[in-house]
T-cell receptor, first 115, second 113 residues
């Protein structure tokens, strides 16, 4: 167990709907990143939050957005869901951004199915 | 997009044998990390090797890094059935820090009794 918790574990949504996924980071970690992992693929970086500000974004459209709260927990919001958004969404927390050589601690993920 | 490829895509060995997985990447890195994933759930960090290191050991794991070839290998010695999982390499770029990682495509390892 990494101390990073995600909710819900599974979710089924209809195309066009909106979804919010939640993540509580490990104690002491103020940097949170989100990843999308399609079936049979490696995780792809969506974005990172540091001190409640977005700090880096991967190749994802604006309908993927996020928030980080003062207690360092985070949300991932996806609007106008598409079938291709079906994936495992992983949250990872780590030590402060300035420390380059640190590991990431991943939650168990939220499995999103869009029908 | 994925940073690079992992080779092989799938590997099946007998318990007690060694397993070697290779990873190639495309851009300059600060460090390279290996993660393990069981049954499509969360990723577990295994080992981190910095760009100025060439080899690192942790228990039954041995990682090498060749920055001139932009490649790394993970060796698991004396494998066990519990090592059955998917293994991913991930690179951290020169800027940004934190956990902005670029993952490879993964190797599925199956260790049979």
């Amino acid at each position: 167990e990494t101390g990073v918790t995600q909710s819900p574990t599974h979710l089924i949504k209809t195309r066009g709907q909106q979804v919010t996924l939640r993540c509580s980071s490990q104690s002491g970690h103020n940097t949170v990143s989100w990843y999308q992992q399609a079936l049979g693929q490696g995780p792809q970086f969506i974005f990172q939050y540091y001190r409640e500000e977005e700090n880096g974004r991967g190749n994802f459209p604006p309908r993927f957005s996020g928030l980080q709260f003062p207690n360092y927990s985070s949300e991932l919001n996806v609007n106008a869901l598409e079938l291709d958004d079906s994936a495992l969404y992983l949250c990872a927390s780590s030590l402060p951004q300035g420390r380059m050589n640190t590991e990431a601690f991943f939650g168990q993920g939220t499995r999103l199915t869009v029908v | 997009s994925q940073q690079g490829e992992e080779d092989p895509q799938a590997l099946s060995i007998q318990e007690g044998e060694n397993a070697t997985m290779n990873c190639s990447y495309k851009t300059s890195i600060n460090n390279l990390q290996w993660y393990r994933q069981n049954s499509g759930r969360g990723l577990v960090h295994l080992i981190l090797i910095r760009s100025n290191e060439r080899e690192k050991h942790s228990g039954r794991l041995r990682v090498t890094l060749d920055t001139s070839k932009k490649s790394s290998s993970l060796l698991i010695t004396a494998s066990r059935a519990a090592d059955t999982a998917s293994y991913f390499c991930a690179t951290a770029g020169l800027t940004g820090g934190g956990n902005k990682l670029t993952f490879g495509t993964g190797t599925q390892l199956k260790v049979e009794l």
